[in-house]
């Protein structure tokens, strides 16, 4: 399976921007669907973001629709995520997964996924 590493996080204030990205190595990423999760302390880890990696589909949790978008770079074996209007409720642990095709009503439950990477911490200050 491959191998993930997120990078970009940061600390920013309210209506400002963010871009996370999602490395991966040790095979091709086409073929998978790709999630964006997110953890903030004391709750549970919730996805926000996913995208099937050729051809592209993407997908969003309501909270996030309008603000994020996710997208793909093959030549460098990335997936992105664009955050724009970053709210305070924003602030969390962002996390990036890889796994095969599932069924849209079970894509955002973390327990459905296994390969993770290490988190990027995202801190949104009002």
């Known amino acids: 399976q491959v191998h993930l590493v997120e990078s970009g996080g940061g600390s920013v204030q309210a209506g400002g921007s963010l871009r996370l990205s999602c490395a991966s190595s040790?095979?091709?990423?086409?073929?998978?669907?790709v999630g964006w999760f997110r953890q903030a302390p004391g709750k549970e880890r919730e996805g926000v973001a996913a995208i099937y990696v050729s051809p592209e589909s993407p997908y969003y949790t309501d909270s996030v629709k309008g603000r994020f978008t996710i997208s793909v770079d093959m030549a460098k074996k990335n997936v992105y995520l664009q955050m724009n209007s970053l709210k305070p409720e924003d602030t969390a642990m962002y996390y990036c997964?890889?796994?095969?095709?599932?069924?849209?009503?079970?894509?955002?439950?973390?327990?459905?996924?296994?390969?993770w990477g290490q988190g990027t911490q995202v801190t949104v200050s009002s």
């Open positions: 997964a890889a796994r095969g095709a599932i069924t849209r009503d079970l894509m955002f439950l973390p327990e459905h996924w296994t390969n």
């Open positions: 040790g095979g091709s990423i086409r073929g998978y669907l």
